[in-house]
Structure formats: C-alpha cells, structure tokens
C-alpha cells in the first residue's frame, strides 16, 4: 500500500500542475475567440462585459469539464491495471 502511495501521491502533483496548465491555456484560447468574435461582427457596447459573460456561460459548459479527465483517465487507468493483476 505504502508503494502504491509512493506512486501515487506524486503522480497526483504531476496531473494538478497539467491540470491547472490547461485550464488557464482553454480559458486564454476561449477569451480569444470572444475577442475575434466580437471584432468580426462589430458589435459595440463594453466589450469587457460580453467577454465576461462569455466566460461565465463557458465556466459552466461541458467542455470545461471534460478537462478533468485529466485525473479520471490516468487513475481509472491505474485501477483497472490493479486489479487485472491483482483479481484476474
């Protein structure tokens, strides 16, 4: 068991740092469409509020949690291993 904390414990900072490196480059790329969107159609207005609310609606959106899958991946991957050589 300690082994396998040895592993993991690491491997857990390892998955935090990408997944937190992601997550601001998803942001940025998504702050940037908003941004060309906005020029391209010309709206006029506060355009830092349309970016916001642009990032607030995708705060919420499916996409940005499939980012976790940075952690269910790896560690489901992990678990199955440990159990086909441990159970099978």
């Known amino acids: 068991m300690f082994v396998a904390l040895r592993f993991l414990i690491p491997l857990?900072?390892?998955l935090t740092i990408l997944?937190?490196?992601?997550?601001?480059?998803s942001r940025?790329?998504?702050r940037g469409k908003l941004i060309a969107h906005w020029e391209k159609k010309g709206m006029t207005g506060?355009?830092?509020a349309f970016i916001q609310r642009g990032l607030k609606k995708y705060d919420g959106s499916f996409r940005r949690k499939l980012i976790?899958?940075?952690?269910v991946v790896p560690l489901g991957l992990i678990a199955i291993l440990i159990y086909v050589?441990?159970?099978?």
């Open 19 to 25: 997944y937190v490196g992601v997550s601001i480059y």
């Open 28 to 30: 940025r790329v998504r």
């Open 12 to 14: 857990f900072i390892l």
């Open 46 to 48: 506060d355009r830092d």
């Open 68 to 71: 976790l899958g940075i952690y």
């Open 85 to 88: 050589s441990n159970f099978m």
